[in-house]
């Protein structure tokens, strides 16, 4: 964390202007914590930065980085748009009541089911993906006698990561049309033809955890190429470009994103570019950030338990939750940083791995960690959970999940409870 550490006189760690370990207190651990003046901080960045520059956006938030009814209304005061992908994610934005014209239903797999409960509820724009899903849509539409505006996901053969960007050419992606092969158009031609589906223009999504703006530009560059061809050929002028979310968080000291209003300007100044150069209406621009909304709002608050120490190999420190909370350790080798909320500035004179309590001796959540002297009780920190911690949660070992608790001006409140064991086996059926 490059950020300051807000302490009070006993030293511990204040998050949301809250001690952390009255919270860990009232609330139990493992704990989620957000700091939902941070949420908004991070959606005005967008917001703001689009509106300066007097750009026509929609910046939509993807709530599968953390989907709640309490997140979901924080998104809809701020103004923000939202992506869904399942059912599960739609019932939740509808319980938010979240205004259903800004509701993006997105999938590589869509269901009948899905589909059917994104035009019922009249949600804004579906983004196609696939051309199973260009029949079932067209033909749910009829059967409904509704109309439904559409983008078309294309993989334009660029893969960023957090500091650079393949040229892949055919994207070996699950997702989209591809550009080279002529899918992608030959996807166009089904859907102008369409009576039902509204093309409003193309999307693409790159990547995540990108701290560069070369991958977005490249995007933005193909797409335009791409659209330009079709201008040509179809006389098509798209309204809108949406360019995708995973825009790069700070989960370490190692990681040093731009700020979030960079991304903006570059995008704008990119499609603006094109547009010129091509000679089309500059469009309305959709972004998708997910992780850049939530995942530095949150903490994970857990206590620690037992200690394992191997001579000149290495100590565990275990804590009560672990890749049933937060999997991105375990699955993709996610670092993070964390303290002791109890002694934040305490000499770190010890060095720890963090265990989770599963059995599977791959759930660790930081190795070799700088800590001070640490013993039974002690309450871990861990930053920037907020983003595919909670909403990648599983019940491997019969764990239940945690609580969640939103913090503003000062006040902590519970959004989600946890669950107890009870919950966790209550579809059981005897067989007895
Ligand atoms: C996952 C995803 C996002 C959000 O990615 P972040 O890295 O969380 O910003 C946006 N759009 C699509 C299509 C995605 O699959």
Redesign the pocket.
Known sequence: MNEQLKTNEKDHLIFGGIDTIELAKKYGTPLYVYDVEKIRQNARAFVNQFNKLGVKAQVAY?S??FSSVAMLQVAKQEGLSL?VVSQGELYTALKADFPVEKIHL?GNNKSIDELRMAIENKIGCIVIDNFHEIKLLEQLLNEHDHQIDVLIRVTPGIEAHTHDYILTGNEDSKFGFDIASGQAEEAFNLIIKSKRMHLKGLHC?IG??IFETDGFILAVQRLYSLMNEWKIKYQFNPEVLNV????GIRYTSDDQPLPLSHYVTALVEEINTQANKYQMDFPEIWI?????IVGNAGITLYEVGSKKEIPNVRNYISVDGGMTDNIRPALYDAKYDAVIANKVNAPKTYQGSIAGKCCESGDMLIWDLRLPEIEAGDILAMFSTG?YGYSMASHYNRFAKPAVVFIENGIDKLVVKRETYQDVSRYDLSYE
């Open positions: 993807a599968k980085a992506d997105h999504h995540s955890q995708g979310g995973g825009f998708e950030p997910g992780r850049a983003a």
